[in-house]
Structure formats: C-alpha cells, structure tokens
C-alpha cells in the first residue's frame, strides 16, 4: 500500500498564532513530499517541494519564512504557518512519493485551516 | 512557465454516458500524466497514469490517451454511474524535475 495520514485534519487558530501540519507517510519511505494548498473550487496550488535532510524548494511567491517546512525523517514533513492571518485560512494538502518512483504521488486527506 | 489547461470546468451527464475531459501542457519535456479524482473535501485520488512512450491505456471504464506531438490528453469515462461524480483533475510532470502541474479541474456530475 501507500498510505499518508496528516494531522490535524482541521484547525482552527487566532491570527498571529502558528500552527504545525504534519504529513506522515505510514507504511512506505519518501524521500520527497509535496505541500499543496488548495481554496474552495480550485485546483491544487504547488507550495513547496520537501526533500529529507535538506532544505524545502518553494515555488515562486510563497513566503519560506512564513511556511516553515521540515523534513526531518523518511516518513515526516511538517508545515509550520507562523504568524497566521485570516488570508492563510485554506486546505492544505500534502503528497508523498516512494523513493525512487519520485513520479506517482499519494496525497494525505487534508488539512482545513481557519485562521479567526 | 509551464501549464496545463483542462476543459471542461463542469460537465454534466446522464447515467450511462460517455464523458470526456480534455488537457494540454506546455512543457515539453512533461513525460507523466496522471489524473486524479477528488470528492469534496477528501484527498485526490489517483485513478490512472500514462507515460509518454505509450498512446493510449485502458483501465476498465477509464482509458486516458495521449498525443505528444499535440501536447494534448484526454481522460474518457464509459458508462458512467453516479458515483463517477467529483472532481477530476489533470496533470503534468517531467519526471526529471518531479514537480507536478495540476489542471484546474473538471466537476463531473452524474445524472440518476
């Protein structure tokens, strides 16, 4: 199987808070995982791409110091959103791939966050 | 930068139908293309893939082909059923990069 949980599956956080997401890759290793961020209607938005043991990739205006992303084990990445505002409140995605066949990805439920 | 277009938006059909979604991508180089089906508020769903040495493949009612030289692939759904309804999204990857660029979607309904 290939198998991505995320916690939590929903949050709801004051503005100016932070919170962690974390994507867990439950009976395969992945080398890469993805971050996605998806509003209500629309497509999947890449955020970042994560490799284990080295710094995350960010597409083009996504703020890195904003969405902190750490991919600590073959089997972990969080997303930390610092300083959260209303505007951050969104489905967050995440996706795994099996080292070596980096190509099919397998996506986590999700993870709905409101920022009050 | 790269994109994938994907048409339609919304497409409706009756119980039984055929329904075709329609994508193409910018990048050459893309030489995967997986499509996805998402309910609301749950996690895309990997349905069917095809690789760039291949034209066409069938997987039951789905069967996605693909036209390189067009930059152009289509998912087709036969006999479709209620359960058919959701999200559908395209994509493109070059796996040399394995960053993935997604289609806007496509909501299908199936009409009982």
């Known amino acids: 199987g290939a198998v991505v949980s995320q916690h939590p599956s929903w949050v709801i956080c004051k503005s100016g808070t932070s919170v962690k997401i974390e994507c867990r890759s439950l009976?395969?290793?992945?080398?890469?995982m993805f971050w996605y961020r998806q509003f209500p209607k629309q497509s999947l938005m890449l955020m970042a791409t994560?490799?284990?043991?080295?710094?995350?990739?960010?597409e083009q205006g996504v703020e890195k110091d904003k969405f902190l992303i750490n991919h600590a084990s073959l089997t972990l990445s969080t997303l930390t959103v610092t300083s959260a505002h209303p505007e951050d409140s969104s489905f967050y995605i995440c996706?795994?791939?099996?080292?070596?066949?980096?190509?099919?990805?397998?996506f986590g439920p999700g993870t709905r966050l409101t920022v009050t | 930068g790269e994109n994938v277009e994907q048409h339609p938006s919304t497409l409706s059909v009756q119980e039984g139908d055929s329904a075709v979604i329609k994508c193409t991508y910018s990048d050459s180089a893309s030489n995967y293309f997986p499509w996805y089906k998402q309910e609301l508020g749950k996690r895309p769903q990997l349905i069917i893939d095809i690789r760039s040495n291949v034209g066409e493949k069938k997987d039951q009612r789905i069967a996605v082909t693909l036209n390189k030289t067009a930059k152009h692939f289509s998912l087709h759904i036969t006999e479709t059923q209620p359960e058919d309804s959701a999200v559908y999204f395209c994509a493109a990857l070059n796996t040399g990069g394995f960053k993935t660029i997604f289609g806007a979607g496509t909501r299908l309904f199936v009409k009982a």
């Open positions: 994560s490799n284990e043991g080295s710094k995350a990739t960010y």
């Open positions: 009976d395969f290793q992945a080398t890469t």
């Open positions: 996706s795994a791939s099996k080292t070596g066949k980096e190509d099919e990805q397998y």
